[in-house]
C-alpha cells in the first residue's frame, strides 16, 4: 500500500502543532544548572512522543550526570536503507522577557508564526521528524533511527562519547541533521558548508597596579590604549581579515539583494559593509572576525586612572578548508607580532570548532533535492552555505563517513533564532514535515544492495 503523504499531512499536522507547543512549554535550557530538570523533562516527553509511534526508545547519556540524549529506531522493510535523523531537545536562554512580545515560554501564534523560545530551533526539528513519521506509521519507507541530542547549545561536549558508544545503534546509510535553514520563504535549501570557529581571550598588561593618568600620561602605555591598538591591526582598512595564512574559498553563486541585507542583518543605517568579494563568499566562504567581550572600566563613575590590564574575547569564524590548529597558530603569531610598546600578551583558547564542507552529490543527494522541489511546487533548493558553526557535524562526518550527511532544517531569515521573539513560520513548517516524508520515501525507493 502507498502512503498518501499529502493527505497524511493534513491528518497529523494538528496534533504535531500540539505536541511542538508542549515541548516548547518545557524550559529545557541546557546552560543554565538550575534548570537541568527542565532538561531532563525535555528528554523524558521526547522519549514518550517516539515510543508511542513504536519506536524502541531511550534516554541515554555519555556518563552520570551527562546530558540527556534520546535514540530511538523503528524498522522499515528487510533491505531497506537505515536514515538516522538528529534533532536537538535543549535551547537558549531566554534572557531578558521585556524583550519579547509575548511569554518566551508560552507558544503564541501572531500573523504566520508560531513565537517561543525553542519553537524553532531545535524543537521543530523534532516535531518535523516526529510528523514525517507520523505520516508513515507502520509503513515506513525505510528503518529509521531518531538521534535528539540534550547539550547542543552548550557544545555538544559528550557528543563523540556517545557516538562512540552507540555507534552500532546509531550506524545508517544517510543522516538528517535538521539543525540549519533554508534560504528564503517559499526556497528550500541544503546546507552544504559551514564555518568554524576559534574562541580566544586576549589579555594586555602595561602596568602591575593602576595609575594616575596625569602623573604618569604620556609615558607609561594604558592597557585599553594597547589592547584598542591590537584590536585594530586584527582588520585591514576595507574590513578584511588581516591575519595572515587563513583560508578563504569560493561561494555558489547566490543572489543576495541589498535590501533583503539591510533588513535580516539589522545593520544601521548608513553603516557600510566590510570586506571583499562577493556578499556570500564574505558571509560563508572566508574567516570573519569579531570582539564579543570587553573587560575595562565604566564609562560612568571612570576615575582618571591608567588601568593595569585589559581583556577581549575574540570570535573567529574559519572558513571551510581551513582547520581550528592553523587558525590558532596563526592568530597568535599575529597578535605577538602586533602587541605594542612592550605589554605583557596572555592568550586562552576558549573553544574550537572545525569547519565543515559536505560533498552533495550522489543518489542520496538527489533523493533530497526531488523531495524539496515536490514539497516547494517545483522550486528546487539552494545550495547554502552558513556563516556560523555547527561543529557536531564535522563530528558525524568522521564517525561516519560512510554515511550521506544531508544538512536541513526549519529556519527561515526571519527566525532570530538564539534572540528574542524566536518564531517559527508555520506554513514553511508544514512543508519541511513534508519534504522529509518525500525524502524517506525517495530513500526507500533507491535501488538495494
Not at 54 to 82: L, S
Not at 309 to 317: G, M, P, T, V
Request: charged share 25%; glycine share 10%; aromatic share 6%.
Amino acid at each position: 500500500m502507498t502512503v498518501d503523504i499529502t493527505a497524511r499531512l493534513a491528518e497529523v499536522m494538528p496534533g504535531i502543532r500540539r505536541d511542538l507547543e508542549d515541548l516548547v512549554r518545557i524550559q529545557s535550557v541546557s546552560a543554565d544548572p538550575a534548570r537541568a530538570g527542565e532538561v531532563e523533562r525535555s528528554a523524558e516527553a521526547t522519549r514518550v512522543l517516539f515510543a508511542a509511534e513504536g519506536f524502541d526508545a531511550e534516554i541515554v547519556r555519555a556518563h552520570d550526570g551527562a546530558p540527556p540524549a534520546v535514540i530511538a529506531r523503528k524498522a522499515g522493510p528487510e533491505g531497506a536503507p537505515t536514515v538516522l535523523l538528529y534533532a536537538h531537545h535543549d535551547v537558549q536562554p531566554e534572557n531578558d522577557h521585556a524583550d519579547w512580545d509575548s511569554p518566551p515560554w508560552e507558544p503564541t501564534e501572531r500573523g504566520d508564526r508560531l513565537y517561543g523560545r525553542g519553537a524553532a530551533d531545535d524543537k521543530a526539528g523534532i516535531a518535523a521528524h516526529l510528523g514525517a513519521v507520523r505520516i508513515f506509521g507502520d509503513e515506513l519507507p525505510v528503518n529509521l533511527v531518531m538521534f535528539i541530542e540534550g547539550e547542543e547549545e552548550v557544545g555538544s561536549d559528550t557528543l563523540v562519547e556517545l557516538l562512540t558508544a552507540h555507534k552500532d545503534r546509531l550506524e545508517a546509510d544517510v543522516i538528517v541533521i535538521a539543525d540549519s535553514g533554508n534560504w528564503d520563504i517559499g526556497e528550500p535549501a541544503l546546507t552544504t558548508s559551514l564555518r568554524g570557529l576559534v574562541r580566544m581571550d586576549v589579555e594586555v598588561r602595561t602596568l602591575t597596579h593602576a595609575v594616575h593618568s596625569g602623573m604618569w600620561g604620556g609615558l607609561v602605555p594604558d592597557s585599553i590604549m594597547t589592547l584598542s591598538r591590537l584590536i585594530a591591526s586584527l582588520n585591514h582598512d576595507d574590513g578584511s581579515v588581516a591575519i595572515e595564512g587563513l583560508f578563504s574559498g569560493p561561494a555558489a553563486d547566490v543572489d543576495y539583494p541589498e535590501a533583503r541585507l539591510r533588513a535580516e542583518s539589522g545593520a544601521a543605517e548608513g553603516v557600510d559593509w566590510i570586506g571583499t568579494g562577493s556578499v556570500v563568499e564574505r558571509l560563508w566562504t572566508q574567516p570573519a572576525l569579531s570582539i564579543t567581550g570587553f573587560d575595562a572600566p565604566k564609562v560612568e563613575g571612570a576615575s582618571n586612572t591608567l588601568v593595569p590590564a585589559a581583556r577581549c574575547r575574540i570570535s573567529l569564524r574559519i572558513a571551510p578548508g581551513d582547520t581550528t590548529a592553523n587558525a590558532v597558530e596563526r592568530l597568535q603569531a599575529h597578535l605577538e607580532k602586533h602587541v605594542a610598546w612592550g605589554a605583557t600578551l596572555t592568550t586562552t583558547v576558549v573553544d574550537t570548532g572545525e569547519a565543515t564542507q559536505i560533498d552533495a552529490s550522489g543518489p542520496a543527494y538527489d533523493a533530497a533535492r526531488a523531495a524539496f522541489a515536490e514539497a516547494w511546487d517545483g522550486t528546487a533548493p539552494v545550495d547554502m552555505g552558513v556563516g556560523g558553526s555547527i561543529p557536531f557535524i564535522a563530528e558525524f562526518l568522521e564517525a561516519f563517513p560512510q554515511a550521506s550527511v544531508l544538512v536541513t532544517g526549519v529556519e527561515d531569515p526571519d527566525t532570530r533564532a538564539h534572540g528574542a521573539n524566536e518564531g517559527l513560520h508555520l506554513a514553511e513548517f508544514e512543508k519541511v514535515v513534508k519534504a522529509e516524508a518525500f525524502l524517506l520515501r525517495n530513500l526507500g525507493e533507491l535501488p538495494r544492495g
